[in-house]
């Protein structure tokens, strides 16, 4: 569907200054990153390239969006070829994106966006919001998976998600960092992510007695049946689930104090002879909760992680930012840069080269050497469009998944740290970045 609406009204009026201007045919670079990492992050995981690119392939204004914009205030003085430029307006410039999945660090481009100046403009808002919301949450998929130390963990965040297409989103995303799937049932459909769930508290209500209530669910579900047990008395539920006996998947609890009912638990079924059944937690979980559950060896199989999962509750927010780096004109190439406090940009198109120990953040143009035994490098941001047009088809999210857990076993243990932040990974800036940077600075001080 035409997204070109789905924007800032800035975006809009700077398009229609530059057209009033005569620099439409001005061909832009921009890049997005984020400054800085937020606080108790070592890195960021990115995610929600196929929706930007799908974003740029469909970008388009409708007729009525167009009577919509003549009917604001702001466009009063607009020239009227304004319009008729955005009713035609198709991207017909490249983006350049490292894969989803890949871990970043600061000032390190998510991705690179060239194309003439409107056509790079008006999607800054779209980029920014679909990169910026499941990189957060892939970087938090990342860290819950990691405190759990092998066992499953699924993404069970809708219902608390900031919107029902959050929540849709925020099931891939958590896949592609690590989760091995979602009970967000649009998610499993729409990008082949597996989906988990059996029942609620209501089901088991809805019954007047218990035993009912899992007899029911085990004729329907068979081996893939999850007894909720705790509804009313967490063990009473458990013998009652052992009672059944199979077929059945295990059983889960969502209330309670977990570091004494999970062992009571386990007793339970073992003891009845179901010592293949698993025990799943949910309720209100996070990394640091189930790092406290294992490090207290409790007899726990899987994870359902919600709210703090889908809002990515302790950074719910991630500064991504899209800056102008060059500008180019019938043949003439500009540089462009910020210079304010906390603020400052680097001129210039980049490429990301990832060494065995660091990254070299450098010009796009440059081709770093390695020293002599050592593995080479790897250039991250790789063309995903060129001329308007999609290069190869994207991977698909259970890809970016794998490409996901490669490259974070890839790097040094202080990164993955759940507890303290910690400059774990070393970015270098290229020499010739550097040299550009003060050049233009002189330039623009002058």
């Not at 770093?368 to 290069?391: F, H, N, T």
């Not at 202080?414 to 990974?425: I, K, M, V, Y």
Request: aromatic fraction near 8%; glycine fraction near 8%; proline fraction near 6%.
């Amino acid at each position: 569907m035409p997204l070109g609406i789905l924007t800032d009204l800035y975006q809009l009026t700077m398009a229609a200054g530059y057209f009033e201007a005569g620099k439409a045919a001005e061909r832009a670079t921009f890049e997005l990153f984020v400054r800085k990492l937020p606080r108790n992050r070592n890195f960021i995981v990115a995610a929600g390239l196929a929706q930007a690119a799908d974003y740029l392939l469909n970008l388009r204004f409708t007729p009525e969006e167009i009577d919509y914009l003549r009917s604001l205030p702001h466009f009063a003085r607009a020239h009227a070829g304004f319009f008729e430029m955005l009713a035609g307006l198709r991207f017909t410039g490249d983006l350049f994106a490292v894969p989803e999945g890949t871990p970043l660090f600061a000032n390190e481009p998510f991705l690179t966006l060239r194309a003439p100046l409107i056509e790079a403009q008006i999607p800054e808002t779209y980029l920014l919001s679909t990169i910026g919301f499941q990189s957060m949450i892939a970087t938090k998929a990342a860290r819950v998976v990691k405190a759990a130390l092998g066992r499953g963990v699924v993404e069970f965040g809708t219902r608390r998600a900031h919107s029902p297409e959050a929540g849709v989103l925020a099931g891939r995303a958590a896949y592609i960092g690590g989760c091995e799937g979602t009970s967000n049932m649009e998610t499993g459909m729409r990008f082949g992510v597996p989906v988990f769930g059996t029942c609620a508290h209501s089901w088991v209500m809805s019954f007047p007695h218990e035993r009912e209530a899992f007899k029911r669910l085990q004729n329907l579900l068979g081996e893939s049946t999850v007894y909720l047990i705790d509804t009313y008395d967490t063990i009473e539920g458990a013998r009652r689930a052992a009672e059944l006996g199979r077929p059945l998947w295990g059983v889960r609890l969502d209330s309670g104090n977990p570091m004494e009912l999970a062992p009571a638990v386990r007793k339970i079924l073992d003891e009845a002879g179901l010592r293949d059944a698993k025990i799943m937690i949910t309720g209100d979980l996070n990394e640091h909760k189930i790092h406290e559950m294992l490090a207290a060896r409790l007899p726990v199989d899987s994870f359902g992680v919600g709210t703090e999962l889908a809002t990515s509750a302790d950074a719910p927010t991630l500064g991504v930012v899209y800056k102008l780096v060059e500008l180019d004109y019938s043949g003439t190439r500009r540089y462009t840069l910020k210079l304010s406090e906390d603020k400052r940009t680097l001129p210039g198109a980049k490429q990301v080269f990832r060494f065995a120990d660091h990254d070299l953040l450098a010009r796009a143009s440059e081709c770093p050497s390695c020293p002599p035994g050592s593995p080479p490098s790897e250039a991250l941001l790789r063309p995903v469009i060129l001329g308007g047009e999609l290069v190869e088809p994207l991977p698909s999210a259970s890809e970016a998944r794998k490409h996901s857990a490669e490259s974070l076993a890839k790097l040094p243990a202080a990164c993955q740290s759940l507890f303290e932040p910690h400059d774990g990974w070393n970015v270098q800036i290229s020499m010739e970045l550097e040299c550009l940077y003060e050049r233009v600075k002189r330039g623009v001080a002058e």
